[in-house]
């Protein structure tokens, strides 16, 4: 099992930017593929972006263009750059773990967007 904390998350105005960070526990970090989610109230969670350990990245399609995900395999940490923060964008973000069928959570980090 991997443990994972998430950080970074904080209250930001609308148009300004984030960057979170997310750090493993594990030993093999380099062989998890790595993603970012996030759960607003009421909603489901969601996507937003993942990078496998090839470097292949994927994003929501609310956030292409405004998001990029990033990971440093010597520190075990996976970031996730949000620019250009939207009143849509407020939610918990998680970071994510996955190796084969596994998938491990980080508790969540708050983000919010307001003026």
């Known amino acids: 099992q991997v443990q994972l904390v998430e950080s970074g998350g904080g209250l930001v105005q609308p148009g300004g930017s984030l960057r979170l960070s997310c750090s493993a526990s594990?030993?093999?970090?380099?062989?998890?593929?790595m993603g970012w989610y996030r759960q607003a109230p009421g909603k489901q969670r969601e996507l937003v972006a993942t990078?496998?350990?090839?470097?292949?990245?994927n994003y929501a399609d609310t956030v292409k263009g405004r998001f990029t995900i990033s990971r440093d395999n010597a520190k075990k940490k996976v970031y996730l750059q949000m620019n250009s923060l939207e009143p849509e964008d407020p939610a918990v973000y998680y970071c994510?773990?996955?190796?084969?069928?596994?998938?491990?959570w980080g508790p969540g980090t708050q983000v919010t967007v307001s003026s």
């Open positions: 990078l496998t350990i090839s470097g292949r990245t």
């Open positions: 594990t030993t093999i970090f380099s062989m998890y593929d």
């Open positions: 994510r773990a996955q190796r084969g069928l596994r998938g491990d």
